[in-house]
């Protein structure tokens, strides 16, 4: 199995795309990529632009290659309906577009499937549900909240068995903090977890309660799943200080030998957290221009 981490908030958009190839399948999970509209009440800056528009052109190419495209939930940094023929002769797993899901993804998810209607081979409602391709096999957990509670919506996780290495994308539980989130990972024993860490740099609405839950979850994952690498993105990876509010988490991975890092350090490369450092990016290139082509979408 080949884990290709496409675009993510550690390498300076909001995303979670990431492509899994197994020798039955090409699957791209999330094939969406946005920017904050604001932060600090600052615009994206160019920089961020150009690395949105550069990711998406990747994401395209990638959608044209896959055979399967998964859609955990209808936020604009996981999806978009943009470029309909993304979706042309592909399999789409998607979140069920009207059970277990707030207002504003519903309307979302009907205007989707309209835009995109007679081009994809295939569109299963995939909450709760198995797939198998070959060997692969593709396992959606039942629909989970986005966070603590369902104001945001629910979000599917997402693993990948190809009978050798397991696979878990968490999308967007913001943590985990509730247990049926964390049950799934548990369940499965992944070998590798992709997990979007926890809304700490929002943490008068997320909560230290939260962020301690989060931390305990996180260390249970550590202890029971045979794993080679925790791999945490995505919100967390708006807050600098990541590191030090997960301190527990490091600790006990050490001790077991695993590792906890961002994607961007699993690629090894810099980390380039664009948006928490949207006021340095302003300060050090004030007189950049750039104009993307591309609605910059909030989630």
């Not at 207002?103 to 009907?110: E, I, M, P, V, Y």
């Not at 994952?221 to 509010?245: S, T, Y």
């Not at 590792?259 to 350090?265: F, G």
Request: hydrophobic share 35%.
């Amino acid at each position: 199995m080949k884990i290709n981490p496409i675009a993510f908030d550690s390498m300076g958009v909001r995303s979670m795309c990431t492509q899994v190839i197994t020798k039955d399948v090409n699957i791209l999970i999330d094939p969406g990529v946005s920017l904050a509209p604001s932060r600090f009440r600052l615009p994206p800056h160019p920089i961020e632009l150009k690395r949105m528009d550069s990711d998406w052109e990747k994401i395209l190419k990638l959608s044209k290659e896959a055979d399967v495209l998964i859609i955990t939930h209808y936020h604009f940094d996981h999806f978009s309906w943009e470029t309909p023929t993304q979706f042309k002769n592909k399999i789409l797993l998607i979140k069920h577009p009207t059970e277990n899901i707030n207002f504003s993804q519903k309307k979302r998810a009907a205007y989707f499937l309209k835009q995109i209607e007679g081009l994809p081979k295939k569109v299963e409602y995939a909450d709760g549900r198995e797939f198998e391709f070959g060997g692969t096999r593709i396992k959606l957990s039942k629909a989970v909240y986005h966070g603590i509670s369902p104001k945001l919506g629910y979000v599917l996780e997402v693993l990948i068995d190809d009978g050798e290495h397991k696979f878990i994308h968490t999308s967007d539980v913001e943590g985990p903090t509730q247990p049926d989130q964390v049950k799934f990972i548990l369940e499965n024993k992944p070998n590798l977890v992709f997990l979007d860490g926890p809304l700490s740099y929002m943490l008068y609405r997320f909560g230290r309660e939260n962020l301690r839950k989060s931390v305990e979850n996180m260390v249970k994952i550590i202890e029971k799943c045979p794993l080679e690498a925790l791999v945490i993105d995505h919100h967390f990876l708006r807050d600098l200080k990541w590191k030090e509010k997960i301190q527990k988490v490091f600790e006990v991975a050490k001790k077991k030998r695993i590792k906890v890092q961002c994607v961007a350090e699993y690629l090894n490369k810099p980390i380039e957290m664009f948006e928490a450092r949207r006021k340095e990016l302003y300060e050090k290139y004030p007189d950049m221009k750039y104009k993307s082509k591309r609605k910059v979408f909030e989630e």
